[in-house]
């Protein structure tokens, strides 16, 4: 079993900067794919970012792509996502989630595990 917790987020100004980090347990979190997903109000889950197993491998929606970037550190069961150039439409509440499949899936049932969410919160 995989336990998820997300924390970092909160409000912040459009074109402003925030760090989410998600922290597993469990002793086999270097072999998971990890990822993160968002959910605005009224909108389905959709997914923003995953990283592979070694954390060589990326993928992003194209909506972030080139503003946001993930990690891990395996040694610390630590997943984080770095959010830049923020924008309203980013508000939403931010998953974190952890697969037990080998590929980079991009859809909610590649995933095995889920964190509580947090929320992130951009004024225009």
């Known amino acids: 079993q995989v336990q998820l917790v997300e924390s970092g987020g909160g409000l912040v100004q459009a074109g402003g900067s925030l760090i989410l980090s998600c922290a597993a347990t469990g002793r086999t979190f270097s072999s998971r794919t990890m990822g993160w997903f968002r959910q605005a109000t009224g909108k389905e889950r959709e997914f923003v970012a995953a990283v592979s197993l070694s954390g060589s491998r990326t993928y992003y929606s194209d909506s972030v792509k080139g503003r946001f970037t993930i990690s891990r550190d395996n040694a610390k069961n630590t997943m984080y996502l770095q959010m830049n150039s923020l924008k309203p439409e980013d508000t939403a509440v931010y998953y974190c989630?952890?697969?037990?499949?080998?590929?980079?899936?991009?859809?909610?049932?590649?995933?095995?595990?889920w964190g509580q969410g947090t929320q992130v919160t951009v004024s225009s």
């Open positions: 989630a952890a697969s037990q499949r080998v590929y980079i899936g991009t859809r909610h049932n590649d995933y095995d595990y």
